[in-house]
């Protein structure tokens, strides 16, 4: 059974920084990209980042690019995403999830994930 488990997320003033990690087991095929999502209250989920396996590629939503970076240690399973120079508009639950594919497509979408996590909520206070 695949097992997705975030953690790391909290309480942070603007202009702060965290590191959200996400740890994953039982996969059974090697090789799945990577991804964080987020939602916000009311709002609809939206892309965040996306990992290749060998991390030769990675892609961030514009919304982030700059400010956050995304990472993996393919030894510990487990992939990071480093969050700086925070606002409040990137208070949301953060959602890690592992992709059906290898590549990170060129407009990658959730669909395309099909093992998700609990979440993590990460709240940036003004």
């Known amino acids: 059974q695949v097992q997705v488990v975030e953690s790391g997320g909290g309480l942070v003033q603007a202009g702060g920084s965290l590191t959200l990690s996400c740890t994953v087991s039982?996969?059974?095929?090697?090789?799945?990209?990577m991804g964080w999502f987020r939602q916000a209250p009311g709002k609809e989920r939206e892309k965040v980042g996306c990992?290749?396996?060998?991390?030769?590629?990675?892609d961030l939503a514009d919304a982030v690019k700059g400010r956050f970076s995304i990472s993996r240690d393919n030894s510990r399973n487990t992939m990071y995403l480093r969050a700086s120079s925070l606002k409040p508009d990137d208070t949301a639950m953060y959602y890690c999830?592992?992709?059906?594919?290898?590549?990170?497509?060129?407009?990658?979408?959730?669909?395309?994930?099909?093992?998700w996590g609990q979440g993590t909520q990460v709240t940036v206070s003004s």
């Open positions: 999830a592992v992709s059906r594919y290898r590549a990170c497509g060129t407009d990658w979408k959730s669909s395309e994930f099909n093992y």
């Open positions: 039982g996969l059974t095929f090697d090789d799945p990209a």
């Open positions: 990992i290749v396996w060998d991390s030769y590629f990675k």
